[in-house]
């Protein structure tokens, strides 16, 4: 969430010095607030207003949802940076309606401690997602091993479904003492 907002307003920032539009649309299992595009300071400022206080009353990522939101009401070509942790599945045929009629850069967020299991023994993990938690033993170097090549596999399906619908793509990974 910080280091979206952040990427965010880095963003924003710089649309002001170039005079371009600014909008947001927050989504999680649907769209929870939408800022129509706009130029100016003063839009900026509530923009990144809106991405530090907003405080969603749903769970999950649903990408279909918001692209879809994206290609409805948007008519003029722009560009769209989807900033997420893409935590989702099935919104390649979203994202390819999107990448048709506008320019798409998709900036994958995601902590470095959701990809690497600690030796510590036995955790709870909670799925961020839908809010389900199991105990797993991190102790298990087989565990361990397995988590990682999922995560991998995940990946490396994420990056070939970008490159497939010819979407730029950067991946972005946060240490755990990010501030």
């Given at each position: 969430?910080?280091?979206?907002?952040?990427?965010?307003?880095?963003?924003?920032?710089?649309?002001?010095?170039?005079?371009?539009?600014?909008?947001?649309?927050?989504?999680?299992s649907?769209?929870?607030?939408?800022?129509?595009?706009?130029?100016?300071?003063?839009?900026?400022?509530?923009?990144?207003?809106e991405?530090?206080?907003?405080?969603?009353?749903?769970?999950?990522?649903?990408?279909?949802?918001?692209?879809?939101?994206?290609?409805?009401?948007?008519?003029?070509r722009?560009?769209?940076?989807?900033?997420?942790?893409?935590?989702?599945?099935?919104?390649?045929?979203?994202?390819?309606?999107?990448?048709?009629?506008?320019?798409?850069?998709?900036?994958?967020?995601?902590?470095?401690?959701?990809?690497?299991?600690?030796?510590?023994?036995?955790?709870e993990?909670?799925?961020?997602?839908?809010?389900?938690?199991?105990?797993?033993?991190?102790?298990?170097?087989?565990?361990?091993?397995?988590?990682?090549?999922?995560?991998?596999r995940?990946?490396?399906?994420?990056?070939?479904?970008?490159?497939?619908?010819?979407?730029?793509?950067?991946?972005?990974r946060i240490?755990?003492?990010?501030?």
């Amino acid at each position: 969430g910080e280091v979206m907002a952040t990427i965010s307003a880095l963003l924003a920032f710089s649309a002001i010095k170039n005079n371009d539009k600014v909008g947001l649309l927050i989504f999680t299992s649907e769209v929870e607030l939408f800022i129509p595009p706009q130029k100016g300071r003063k839009h900026v400022l509530r923009v990144i207003r809106e991405l530090l206080y907003f405080e969603p009353k749903n769970r999950g990522t649903n990408l279909s949802v918001a692209f879809g939101h994206i290609v409805k009401i948007m008519n003029r070509r722009s560009v769209v940076i989807a900033i997420s942790d893409f935590q989702d599945t099935q919104f390649e045929k979203s994202l390819r309606l999107l990448k048709q009629r506008h320019d798409v850069l998709a900036i994958n967020v995601g902590d470095i401690r959701e990809e690497e299991l600690p030796p510590a023994g036995f955790i709870e993990l909670e799925d961020a997602e839908t809010g389900e938690s199991i105990l797993v033993d991190s102790g298990d170097r087989t565990f361990r091993a397995a988590f990682a090549k999922r995560v991998q596999r995940e990946n490396e399906a994420l990056e070939k479904a970008f490159k497939k619908i010819s979407v730029d793509y950067v991946r972005i990974r946060i240490e755990e003492n990010y501030k």
